[in-house]
């Protein structure tokens, strides 16, 4: 049995990243749905989201968000954007919207 | 019927233009595409495209058949509608009315070395497989390389010099999966890049082309899977050395 490092740079450790934080949203919001799929009182809702193990798998789910739309925009600008200077300002821009959303909802949970 | 072709010889023509060709099926013999396209020829002998077997063996008369790609030789006239249009296959530069420059398509195919790299040690006997062993090769070894795959992906489209394309990739499963292939370390390690195979965002235009009705899709999730073995657990070319060794 051959254990090598644990997931080969490039091409494998993107495609792998896509497909776990995938299974990762789908779980969290899967779960989600079916707390606010039966009736709960505001006072329960928030008591809930603002549970240690809610929060943290909410950051988990939120940080799957934020990488699975960087590798999914990244992809799609290195297709069609072929000029590099505008490529580059592009994926800047994603980059840092991305990062704002994250810190953004990682302070609304923390709140 | 109506055969519309996309005309365009760069010594004359400064940009393609579309011609028209009335056919009648019934003033030659043959139900193929491709006989009509002779049929036009006889006619019209500017007409250039490519063709050797006529039997869907070679793959060179491949082109865009009212927007897919197939094999003139293999289309038979009565399952086209009365309007036919073909265009050179996408994405390649055109030489010619119907032919197209296929280098960057067979520098792809030699970039996967599609061919048999066996142990260095000389044997009296032939390399065996297995009956199994031998099956893993149905599905990847009878393509035919017409292209027909390859200019009908996107992503070889957006990406022709980086990404390998469908038919390349298919090649690469058919020596990977070969257990007399000793390298397939090395050519899992030749696809690990951002572009050369994971550039296929599973988009299934290959497939669906493919006239020898192949699985280029699934070939390419094949390699996949094989590449995540051997990162991740048993090492699938050192279970094959242990089989050969058991075996020899």
Known sequence: MVVKMGCRAGGMASWMVVRISAVSMLVYFFWLFLFFFFPHQHQEWGLYLRSTSMRISGGLALFGVVIHAWIGVWTVLTDYIHIKWLRTVL???VGALLVGCFIWGMILMGG | MEIVIQRFDPDVDTKPYLKSYEVDPEKFSGVMLLDALEHIKEQDPTLAFRRSCGGGVCGSDGMSINGRNGLACVTQLSALPNKVTLYPLPG??????????????????????PWLVGAETVQDTERLQTKDERAKLDGLYECILCACCTTACPSFWWNPDDFAGPAALLWACRFIQDSRDVTQAERLQALEGLYALYRCRSIMNCTSVCPKSLNPAAAISEIRRDMVKTSFALDPAEDRSAVEHKGG
């Not at chain 2, 390649?92 to 070395?113: A, C, G, N």
């Open chain 1, 91 to 93: 994926e800047m821009c």
């Open chain 2, 92 to 113: 390649m530069p055109v030489i010619r009315d119907l032919i197209v420059d296929l280098t960057r398509f067979y520098k792809q195919y030699e970039s996967v070395k």
